[in-house]
């Protein structure tokens, strides 16, 4: 496997953790493709939940926030086969 890759099971064990020890909310980078093609990064992002079961439809809430952790952007519902980078690691099976 390419150094510079990270199998998606890893990113999604990843994803599931909230927070760090200190307790303040994990921050990671991600790119993703939107359905319509579209490749979104983002270089700053935290976990966040939607009003529908993300797992069974194989999908993960991200919002971007800034270097305080204050949201700057609007929650996307990820489908984890369009996660292609994370933490500026390349995403493989």
Known sequence: MNPDAVKLSYVLNDLDISSNPDGSQRSFSIRFIKSNGESVYLNRAVKTGLNFNLKENAMR?????????????????????????????????
Not at 85 to 93: A, I, R, S
Request: avoid cysteine; proline fraction near 6%.
């Open 61 to 93: 809430g991200v919002r971007p926030v800034d270097s305080e952790l204050k949201p700057i952007g609007h929650i996307y519902a990820v489908k984890i086969w369009h996660i292609v980078e994370y933490n500026n690691l390349t995403v493989v099976l």
